[in-house]
């Protein structure tokens, strides 16, 4: 069975920085890409980044280029998400999610939401002006 857990949300005040991390557990870990969606209140859940199962190859929205940047430890099952330089316009639910193919590239889709087949919670960041 697998399972992906969020950690690391809280409240920060704009120009911040958090780091959020995501552990994963029931599959091979460092076969599959790791993703970071945000859902924000009355919007669509939207891809944020992608990093490849062996860490080479990353994805990153435009919205978020120069300030959020993707890692991962495979040793330990782990993804992260560091945010810098935060905006109120940052504010969301954040959610880690495992992708359904191996593939050690950025596909045009990798911003879909059926590209992905295990989802964690989500962990709240919300960003104060």
């Known amino acids: 069975q697998v399972q992906i857990v969020e950690s690391g949300g809280g409240l920060v005040q704009a120009g911040g920085s958090l780091r959020l991390s995501c552990t994963a557990s029931?599959?091979?870990?460092?076969?599959?890409?790791m993703a970071w969606f945000r859902q924000a209140p009355g919007k669509e859940r939207e891809g944020v980044t992608r990093?490849?199962?062996?860490?080479?190859?990353?994805c990153v929205a435009g919205s978020v280029k120069g300030r959020f940047t993707i890692s991962r430890d495979n040793a330990k099952n782990t993804v992260y998400l560091e945010m810098n330089g935060l905006k109120p316009e940052d504010t969301a639910m954040y959610y880690c999610a495992a992708a359904r193919e191996p593939v050690h590239y950025c596909p045009g889709s990798w911003r879909d939401e059926s590209e992905y087949n295990y989802w964690g919670q989500g962990t709240q960041v919300t960003v104060s002006s």
């Open positions: 990093i490849s199962g062996n860490g080479a190859t990353t």
């Open positions: 029931g599959l091979t870990f460092d076969t599959y890409p």
